[in-house]
């Protein structure tokens, strides 16, 4: 049933636009996947920003890259959005001995860098690699809330034996951060296709060393050119490290650490309760892609990160992955085990798994022969086999949820921005009631309370005006702003975002379609004030407003 109500909304609408955080009605949007937490203060948002930059700006020979490497800039890999997946993919390579890999490290293994600053000083594949493996960019996304998860809550969800006799036996990579010392504890790896990191700056070390070729405090020496250190020495002109603070005291680790460290979960709408979740935990998908977790409540942490509850639907763990793995071992974790991946904002991956063997065309496609792709061993051989088996009506449900990972509310038409077609999509919805987590319409119920209403349009006009929109334009100054009057049935066939009836006369004080003598008794009785009546805007009404009115005299066309 569908019911019309009239909405009237002007001024007081609440839109905070230069923030992730907007809120309607005391329901606050979730933040756009690469937008800051929200919750942070003042000082931690300007780090986002500034790490932001970091992020996106390239390095130069001059100032630290390479003399290999694999991108100039973080961004350039991670795009999607910036500081998440990515479609570029890196080479690992290595040799076969009585069925273990070896690294060839003395070779420049086992990552190779694919460019450099000059041809002299390429890095190549060796003829000694009979192992190779593509590994696609790969990001957790809210790196800070993945790395407040206790160790013990992700070591509590291994079972190396398989002790329950499940088929699943998900392990613990442990390993030690750069930044600790020799003799403090290990830490349980969360990041990277085989959980070989547990900590942000750690990975932000890292990939600046091994990506970008610059040495920083935690990795303080250079790559050698399929380990040649004479090569090195002569294409390396840069004095290690090459990482330096800037003006404000942080180097580049530091500043890129703090944005991805302050990045937000991507969203995920409807937030819970769609049918395609409980097959996906029928299947058997939940045992290793865990959905919920909640950070460490500790006062050493920024507000923003402690205590939070999350959903990246992942265990953390490595898994024997079967035909999945890669063959390639990386510190504790073996050639066939891979990480389990986090899955939030999974609509916008493109290619899918750690090979990218899966892209292109649709997502329904991608992600079912994502899922295929975990068998017929391994693992994930269950999960597969129970997928293939499943109806025509509960495989659409299942794929309807992964769908909604990274979903922005109100993006009814799945483009990643609110805008006015999908104002068009929540107008059809005007009003109606009984709506279900599995209603198309639930993506504009941003209250969640079964109906769509005057909380909704808030929310709409809020996500609006963070995507870029003008949610406060009334085009005929009548108090009701464009947006809800096409809401409400105005209508909109250019889709242009101002009704198409809408008349515009700033003479009609009184707003029944013509100027007349109505309207000069509105003007007289607000002589000498601001506001109605003063047409020309200069802050009292007057004599010369008369006249515009008089120049308007009639219908208003």
């Not at 007349?516 to 047409?535: H, R």
């Amino acid at each position: 049933m569908t019911t019309r109500t009239s909405l009237r909304l002007g001024a007081s609408l609440l839109v905070i636009a230069t923030s992730s955080l907007a809120s309607a009605g005391g329901v606050v949007l979730q933040p756009k996947a690469g937008a800051p937490l929200d919750g942070l203060s003042q000082v931690q948002i300007d780090r986002f920003w500034g790490g932001r930059i970091s992020y996106a700006t390239p390095f130069t020979p001059a100032n630290g890259l390479g003399p290999i490497m694999n991108k100039s800039n973080c961004q350039s890999c991670h795009s999607n959005p910036v500081g998440g997946w990515g479609s570029i993919g890196v080479t690992r390579f290595g040799t076969e001995n009585k069925g273990e890999f070896i690294p060839l490290e003395e070779l420049g293994g086992s990552l190779l860098q694919a460019l450099s600053i000059s041809d002299e000083c390429r890095e190549n594949l060796p003829p000694e690699a009979t192992v190779t493996a593509t590994r696609m960019t790969n990001s957790s996304m809210a790196f800070g809330l993945i790395e407040a998860i206790p160790d013990g809550d992700i070591a509590a969800h291994e079972d190396p034996l398989d002790a329950d006799g499940d088929g699943i036996s998900g392990r613990v990579h442990w390993v030690l951060p750069l930044e600790s010392s020799p003799t403090s504890p290990l830490r349980a790896g969360r990041f990277g296709w085989k959980a070989q990191v547990a900590t942000v700056l750690t990975f932000s070390a890292d990939a600046t060393r091994n990506e970008l070729g610059v040495t920083n405090a935690l990795i303080t020496t250079e790559n050698a050119p399929n380990g040649d250190a004479a090569l090195l020495g002569a294409c390396d002109t840069a004095a290690d490290p090459e990482d330096h603070a800037d003006e404000t005291g942080f180097t580049y680790i530091e500043r890129v650490t703090h944005f991805q460290r302050y990045l937000a979960q991507p969203p995920q709408t409807p937030k819970a309760g769609m049918t395609g979740e409980t097959v996906f935990n029928s299947i058997g998908c939940a045992k290793c892609h865990i959905a919920e977790w909640t950070t460490v409540n500790s006062k050493s942490l920024e507000g923003a990160l402690r205590g939070k509850t999350i959903r990246p639907y992942s265990d953390f763990l490595l898994h024997d992955m079967g035909f999945l793995g890669d063959g390639v071992q990386d510190g504790d974790a073996n050639e066939q085990e891979i990480r389990t991946p986090t899955l939030w904002n999974l609509r916008t991956r493109d290619p899918m798994l750690h090979n990218g063997s899966v892209s292109g065309g649709v997502f329904a496609d991608r992600v079912s022969a994502a899922i295929a792709a975990h068998g017929p061993i391994g693992e994930g051989a269950a999960s597969a086999a129970a997928f293939s088996k499943l109806t025509t009506a509960q495989r659409a449900q299942l794929i309807a949820f992964l769908d909604s990972l990274g979903r922005v509310e109100f993006d009814f038409n799945g483009n990643g921005s609110v805008d006015i077609e999908d104002l068009h999509v929540l107008a059809s919805y005007r009003g109606a009631t009984g709506v279900t987590a599995d209603s198309a319409a639930a993506i504009g119920d941003l209250d969640r309370n079964g109906t769509i209403g005057q909380v909704d349009v808030n929310g709409f006009l809020a996500a609006a005006a963070r995507d870029g929109l003008d949610p406060t334009a009334d085009c005929d100054g009548d108090g009701i702003v464009d947006f809800v009057e096409i809401y409400n049935g105005s209508p909109d066939a250019d889709f242009n975002g101002v009704p198409d009836d809408c008349v515009v006369c700033p003479a009609d004080l009184d707003h029944n379609g013509q100027v007349g003598a109505a309207d000069i008794a509105i003007l007289l009785n607000n002589w000498g004030a601001p506001g109605q009546g003063d047409l020309d805007h200069n802050g009292i009404t007057n004599a010369v407003d008369i006249a515009l009115l008089l120049g308007n005299w009639g219908p208003c066309h």
